[in-house]
């Protein structure tokens, strides 16, 4: 297996984070992982998503843990809080419970062309706990895809799959989707 490390996505891995992003086609066609934060940041081209996201983690409000091999940035996982991340998939069944948000969202996972099947997620995911921890910890929600037993494509595998968390001490919460669950674990 690749020796992967992780920094967090700041000021000074943003222009690696870009250099993904771009190599991929602005992920899913210019999303830039700016869905999550919320109204108006789908609305954009790709160009605007670009400048929002870059100008987010100028600010300190956009938060991910990048994978590397080497010098290159070949994945990530983004992560903040419900305030950074209020749009979550499923949103009407996950509120029907009137849930007590979290002090933090696992909202997406990326890998770049290349990479994809070669544990980026896990190490991306295993980033943003150790990001979280040194960010005072706190509860953490993720919103993965059970995919035991059946195929699932990979365009919904952006969340993550439900038994990457489970090996990370997540916990079921509840079912917000036929294959969907809400993932908890403290992070302290």
């Not at 830039?32 to 400048?51: I, L």
């Not at 991340?85 to 509120?95: D, E, K, V």
Request: proline share 4%.
């Amino acid at each position: 297996m690749t020796d992967f490390k992780t920094k967090p996505l700041n000021e000074k891995t943003w222009p690696d984070f870009a250099r993904l992003v771009d190599a991929n086609n602005g992920v899913w066609g210019g999303c830039w992982c700016m869905w999550y934060h919320g109204k108006g940041a789908s609305a954009e081209d790709a160009a605007e998503k670009r400048k929002a996201k870059e100008c987010l983690v100028r600010q300190g409000r956009a938060h991910a843990a990048l994978v590397y091999e080497g010098e290159d940035c070949v994945g990530w996982c983004q992560f903040g809080s419900p305030n950074e991340l209020p749009r979550i998939h499923n949103q009407r069944a996950y509120q029907k419970t009137d849930p007590v948000l979290p002090d933090w969202r696992i909202t997406c996972f990326f890998s770049g062309k290349g990479h994809r099947g070669n544990g980026v997620a896990s190490v991306a995911l295993e980033g943003a706990i150790e990001e979280i921890r040194k960010l005072g910890g706190g509860i953490v929600e993720a919103y993965p895809e059970d995919i035991e037993g059946r195929k699932a494509s990979s365009a919904f595998l952006f969340n993550g799959a439900l038994h990457m968390f489970e090996r990370q001490g997540f916990e079921r919460s509840r079912q917000i989707g036929k294959h969907k669950w809400v993932m908890v674990k403290t992070v302290r």
